[in-house]
């Protein structure tokens, strides 16, 4: 087939889980099928990286994304006026619909549309009308990564100020019957996890309506290709590694920060908290935390120094949908994990085999104090993550199930 691939994000280098996922599924579907990738690029994005997305796709192109706060403002506005979600009104881009546009003209025709995320899906439809104007509707494809709605609902559960809550609330609202309507509008939808084919058909069934299942295809690595860090027995780092841009990555890592992290020092009092990721929350460095515990890098183009000195890996999420690709990665780097119950949504976590669970300030405290002080749970937790990815997190293994998605 001639697929044309939709993404929110350049998928390359593999420093964030949409990335990952839309990776290797382009891996995958490049096995058998002539690809052409259009992505939203960024300021950040390399060359290189297109480079090496043109090794297996048949053809890479690319629009502009810029945000800002002032642009962010205006869509906020829009978004109230019109009552279409922000997060889609932020992302209506003219560059990105004249490439549509474009492609939707080409003298061969496109079998199939594939889009990365909800974000995208508003390009696949526009493209499915306007080439089947010119020769036939070709197949449309969503891969839902999330239950999107569910993370602003989410959000607001924790939002202290009122304003900011009922904006929260609005927009999980206004997600809720966008995401619905959408799904409704492909041929084929597939979902990261049940949990969010759940959700979004629980919103569709009080309008009485059903939303596509056609598969559950949970994120997966390369974890045959990846050898497990070799970590140092005296390290002393409770990590975190996330994107701090992302609004539930900040939440979690600055209530751990806040509410947790004071307690592992008592038990622990060289423990060292590093949290990586770009634009990481200003509130880090008002906590009081001594400056010999807390290392706040921003992002790294490689972070396995620092994961080589880990103790334990953390997965403090408060919000969130879809799967926690921080879990996925952890396991296959072979740390052991502390999550959160929300943190390990989506994944074969099961609490002292694989990573331990904890939800509230002292129980996680004291799951991140037994892994310090514990190393044969240590070493167990470890091995137990990494046994699990091997086995159930493989793209080689996993994502053979896009060919039955593809079949017409």
Partial sequence: ?????????????????????????????????????????????TAAAVDHLHSFCADVRTAPMTRSSF???G???????FSRPFIIERDASVDMNRAIDALAQADVPFDAVHADQLWMAPYALRFCTIAGRKVRRPLSVLDQHN???????????????PFKRALMML?????????VNTCRAFDRVTWVTQEDFDAVQAQAARVGVQVPNDGVLPICGDPEAIAPIARSPSGRRVTFLGGLHYPPNAQG???????????????????????IGKQPPPELAMLGIPSRNLEVTGYVDDPTPYLAESAVFIVPLLAGGGMRVKIIDGWTWGLPIVSTTIGAEGVAAEHGVNLLLADDPAAFARAVADLFVDPALNQRIAAGGRSTVLKRYNWRIVYRDWERIYQR
Avoid: C
């Fill in 171 to 179: 927009e999980a609202r206004k997600l809720a019957t966008f995401e």
């Fill in 1 to 45: 087939m001639n697929i044309l691939f939709l993404t929110q994000v350049l998928p390359f280098p593999l420093d964030a889980g949409p990335k990952a996922r839309a990776y290797y599924v382009l891996r995958a579907l490049a096995q058998r099928h002539e690809v052409t990738l259009l992505s939203f690029v960024r300021s950040t994005d």
């Fill in 147 to 161: 239950a999107v709605f569910m993370i602003p609902q989410r959000m607001a559960d924790g939002e202290r100020n």
């Fill in 253 to 275: 890592i600055a209530w751990f920060a806040r509410e947790i992290f004071p307690q592992v020092l008592r038990v622990v009092p060289d423990a060292i908290l590093t949290v």
């Fill in 75 to 81: 869509y906020l506005l829009r978004s109230l006026v």
């Fill in 71 to 73: 642009r962010d403002a």
